[in-house]
């Protein structure tokens, strides 16, 4: 068995989130299509640039390292989209449905923050997220319950 080092520890933790931000990539179309505000489709298009550009630089340091882009099965990130399929399903047409889709999308933003520590870009967009679960989705939900 090889000897685990921080070197192996930091290509395992490489292709976790190079399998995620390829699978997120997927994901974000879907979730853009089935958003209801105008803001909140805006919000998953450009996420999905964003996301673009990580993969392009997630490719840029397995080439730095000397390794091939390869992605490894991650189930967090898996149960994760899932989830946000989930909601898109159960809750489609529902005055929810924006206010479910920020709160899957933030759960992938907080996956991304715990696999990049503290890049600007991820904190950002889940601030952009809260602001518009604050100023729109939430309201608009809970106007409709009651």
Not at 56 to 82: H, S
Request: proline fraction near 2%.
């Amino acid at each position: 068995m090889a000897e685990k080092t921080l070197a192996t520890l930091f290509h395992d933790t490489l292709k976790d989130i190079y399998y995620a931000e390829r699978n997120i990539l997927k994901a974000l179309p879907k979730m853009a299509r089935g958003a209801q505000s105008k803001e909140l489709k805006q919000a998953f298009e450009a996420h999905k640039e964003q996301t673009q550009g990580h993969v392009e630089r997630l490719q840029q340091v397995f080439e730095l390292i000397g390794k091939r882009a390869q992605g490894k099965t991650c189930p967090a990130i898996d149960g994760i989209i899932e989830e946000g399929e989930e909601i898109l399903a159960e809750y489609k047409g529902t005055p929810a449905l924006d206010a479910g889709l920020i709160a899957a999308a933030q759960a992938v933003e907080h996956y991304e923050i715990t696999r990049y520590g503290t890049l600007k870009e991820e904190s950002e967009t889940d601030e952009k997220l809260t602001g518009l679960a604050d100023s729109a989705a939430n309201q608009e939900a809970a106007q409709a319950a009651e």
